[in-house]
T-cell receptor, first 115, second 116 residues
């Protein structure tokens, strides 16, 4: 039972254009969402997060949108750069109870930004 | 500041053997998390340690175990290795796992375990 789903295994975007990575979740207890970026042979690195009390969070070229009613979040990268090419993981956590602080990850989306 | 470190980088074992993987968290971090990334799958939560205690474990059999030492470093042990245990094992640390604060988890580079 996959609680966090990234339905697109891969995405190709031209340099300078917008990249949109999508993530859906099923567990209504999730109230904190994160995006991680992973380069080959490295561990994931934190990119941006959003709490369920917000519907948008921006950090430079990266914006995360959260639609709680649809249980959907997306990561927008504008403008996309070749260095953004990596695997992006969506993750979620629930804020109470045992195991609250563990992260549940999606399978990842491989983004390729074409120069 | 040094990041999360893991050793060894690669580990090759045969079926039935035991594997021990090690993780050193960022200085000052008390929580350590272990994840498994098998081929074609996302990161699957394995274990969470905080202040020397196991706080939670994921849906893995008991032959996956570990511990956290007084210096907050951690060890993951996998007994009776099976072929499907071949995966990248990632360790992450965070400042504190027991207060209502969403602490970012910082990941190490991982240990690639291959079971032949």
């Amino acid at each position: 039972d996959q609680q966090v789903k990234q339905n697109s295994p891969s995405l190709s975007v031209q340099e300078g254009r917008i990249s949109i990575l999508n993530c859906d979740y099923t567990n209504s207890m999730f109230d904190y969402f994160l995006w991680y970026k992973k380069y080959p042979a490295e561990g994931p690195t934190f990119l941006i997060s959003i709490s369920s009390i917000k519907d948008k969070n921006e950090d430079g070229r990266f914006t995360v949108f959260l639609n709680k009613s649809a249980k959907h979040l997306s990561l927008h990268i504008v403008p996309s750069q070749p260095g953004d090419s990596a695997v992006y993981f969506c993750a979620a956590s629930a804020g109470s109870g045992a195991g609250s602080y563990q992260l549940t990850f999606g399978k990842g989306t491989k983004l390729s930004v074409i120069p | 500041e040094a990041g999360v470190t893991q050793s060894p980088t690669h580990l090759i074992k045969t079926r039935g053997q035991q594997a021990t993987l090690r993780c050193s968290p960022i200085s000052g971090h008390t929580s350590v998390y272990w994840y498994q990334q098998a081929l074609g799958l996302g990161l699957q939560f394995l274990l969470w340690y905080d202040e020397g205690e196991e706080r939670n474990r994921g849906n893995f059999p008991p032959r996956f175990s570990g511990r956290q030492f007084p210096n907050y470093s951690s060890e993951l042990n996998v007994n009776a290795l099976e072929l499907e245990d071949s995966a990248l094992y990632l360790c992450a640390s965070s400042l504190d796992g027991t207060t209502y604060l969403y602490n970012e988890q910082f990941f190490g580079p991982g240990t690639r375990l291959t079971v032949l």
